[in-house]
């Protein structure tokens, strides 16, 4: 079943990128209203099994937002965002944006999938990555592979602490699409140029130390990559699998778990094809729908963990209880 929805996964890829939209660091310092979530407490943490693999995830912060529907449902309504909302008993004026890293220690490795906000952050309380792996046992020095899923500013703030890579010890792994994209000297003067300076300034100078990878690539041994390109053009996502167990690491193929998986066709700001987005969104989820699977995505509440039911528009959120526990 993996290896079928892969191949459709390519598909959704092959799309054109057209116009393409970045979030910039300084339009979310704008529109957003920080939340200084339980400073003088470590950062919350979560621990499970997936098999034999250890799977940490780190609230690296929490930003509460203004007006969802200048986010996520660009392309309808207000009132049809709002009325959304209200029925999932949401707030229909604010919304909460949070970031959670995840550390996957295999036994023969210790793998991190995106680093967080960074010390850019953390005046408004977030970038506590390195918070809370301390709180967890772990340094930046036990890190030997660091993925990087995509090249948005809040997926790669965290590699850099003084202008020195955080993980001294670490390989990396990411996407050619995406690192070909972001270095390109084409970006300037597009929506692109300030996310192209943050990928320049963080993750170009360890380009020597990484491995460029595409559709299937295999991480280690259990941890396999899959394009899933729309958010950003070679946005990848990453399936965990080890003793019959699996957990799909989704990253931001969805950014809210009612609008975006209840109303995959809505557009989000985020999203820089929008359309190929949308196409993906409904391949993975149908997927995991389908196989039953569960799932790790970047942004959804906090563990961030859960699965997915189909229902005749899109898809419900269902969180992760004991299933991982028994
Ligand atoms: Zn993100």
């Not at 020095?141 to 090249?151: A, Q, R, S, Y």
């Not at 019959?244 to 009612?258: E, Q, Y």
């Not at 149908?286 to 528009?313: C, I, N, Q, S």
Request: aromatic share 8%; proline share 6%; no cysteine.
């Amino acid at each position: 079943m993996i290896e079928l929805n892969r191949r459709v996964l390519i598909g959704g890829a092959a799309m054109a990128l057209s116009a393409p939209m970045l979030m910039t660091r300084a339009a979310h310092a704008q529109a957003d209203t920080s939340m200084n979530i339980d400073h003088a407490m470590p950062p919350e943490t979560h621990r499970f099994k997936v098999g034999g693999f250890e799977v940490l995830v780190i609230k690296d912060g929490a930003r509460a937002s203004d007006k969802p529907q200048e986010t996520f449902g660009t392309n309808q309504t207000p009132e049809a965002v709002g009325e959304l909302l209200a029925a999932n008993f949401l707030p229909q004026d604010k919304f909460v944006n949070s970031f959670a890293p995840v550390l996957v220690n295999t036994g023969a490795d210790v793998v991190l999938f995106d680093t967080g906000l960074g010390p850019a952050a953390r005046a408004q309380g977030g970038g506590r990555l390195i918070e809370g792996l301390a709180a967890a046992g772990y340094t930046p020095e036990d890190v030997t592979v660091v993925v990087l899923t995509h090249m948005h500013g809040d997926h790669i703030g965290g590699l850099m602490e003084n202008g020195k890579p955080t993980f001294a010890n670490a390989r990396y792994v990411t996407g050619q699409a995406e690192y070909d994209f972001w270095v390109d000297p084409a970006r300037a003067g597009t929506p692109a140029e300030n996310g192209q300076k943050g990928v320049l300034a963080n993750v170009k100078p360890l380009a020597e130390k990484m491995t460029f990878v595409g559709d299937g690539a295999s991480v280690v041994s259990g941890i396999t990559g899959m394009a899933a390109f729309g958010h950003s053009p070679g946005h990848m996502i990453y399936m965990l699998e080890s003793d019959g167990k699996s957990l799909l690491l989704t990253a931001d193929t969805a950014n809210h778990f009612v609008l975006s998986l209840q109303k995959p066709e809505w557009e989000v700001r985020f999203d820089m094809d929008k359309a190929a987005a949308a196409a993906t969104r409904k391949k993975v989820f149908d997927m995991l729908a389908t196989d039953r699977t569960a799932f790790l995505g970047y942004h959804m509440p906090f563990p961030a963990v859960g699965f997915v039911e189909k229902l005749d528009t899109g898809y419900r959120y269902v969180p992760k209880a004991y299933q991982f526990d028994i």
